[in-house]
């Protein structure tokens, strides 16, 4: 692969330094996970799988989903990651519609481990957004996307809240953990959340939101609860895997009621 633009890192036929996918190869649908696995497991769902590709860690899988051509891309953990995965894609779409789907840490007394969230907006608690936008500027998803997943998770039976979420760029000490030996400034972060009515801890969504506000795309997440911060209560692993399986499910299903 011969680069050509040390500033969009692309060769001469627009392939994608990082992702390794070139024009062509990535629908205006796309479902963003975070886990390389969560991204082949959408791709088990597909009727049929036009693009495989695999580079650093990150996973790109594109085919046809009940007659739409569909993406799933795997982007890592933390904004970081996730900046120059949808940096790349943004290369090689018009406004695609991403969705995240992902796993994330309850806050609220009453979310229970299994139970799945949406997020209507985000806090940016990361710094990668703070290149591209000032401090005050919301992090939101598209009010299509929000609608779409509360028809769909209305329809499904599952327990669903909407509402606020925490993205950090630290997943110990900037969600309040301390490990033995690494003290942490923000120790009282659980407590200060739930205060603030915020559901949930995550890494990713306030990166993801923001830049597709900034490319005019549509975006939202859904993350599964994987535990009760605040009663210290961590999920069974045999319905962690059951429920981030119907979580990309309905993600998947989701994507095919937004109009990119």
Do not use: W
């Amino acid at each position: 692969m011969n680069i050509t633009d040390a500033t969009i890192m692309a060769d001469e036929a627009g392939r994608q330094y990082h992702l390794q996918v070139g024009p062509g190869e990535l629908a205006e649908k796309i479902l963003l996970v975070g886990d390389p696995k969560r991204a082949h497991l959408a791709a088990s769902f597909f009727d049929t799988i036009t693009v495989t590709r695999e580079n650093r860690g990150y996973v790109c899988v594109s085919g046809m989903y009940q007659g739409q051509f569909l993406s799933a891309m795997a982007i890592g953990i933390g904004a970081p990651s996730a900046e120059i995965a949808l940096m790349e894609a943004f290369q090689l779409t018009k406004k695609p519609v991403l969705l995240r789907v992902g796993t994330c840490g309850g806050i609220q007394g009453y979310i229970q481990p299994g139970d799945l969230i949406v997020t209507s907006g985000a806090l940016r608690f990361e710094d990668t957004t703070a290149q591209y936008v000032p401090n005050m500027y919301p992090a939101l998803s598209h009010h299509e996307v929000v609608a779409a997943l509360i028809q769909n998770l209305k329809k499904s039976g599952y327990t669903h809240h909407v509402g606020l979420t925490a993205s950090t760029s630290s997943f110990y000490a900037g969600q309040g953990r301390e490990i033995p030996g690494f003290p942490s400034r923000n120790l009282n972060r659980v407590e200060e959340m739930e205060a603030l009515h915020v559901l949930n801890f995550e890494m990713e969504s306030s990166l993801v939101l923001t830049l597709a506000a900034l490319n005019q795309s549509k975006a939202g997440c859904l993350c599964v609860a994987l535990n009760n911060r605040k009663e210290n209560r961590f999920i069974d692993t045999a319905v962690m895997y059951q429920r981030e399986k119907e979580a990309v499910k309905l993600g998947l299903d989701t994507l095919l009621d937004i109009e990119a």
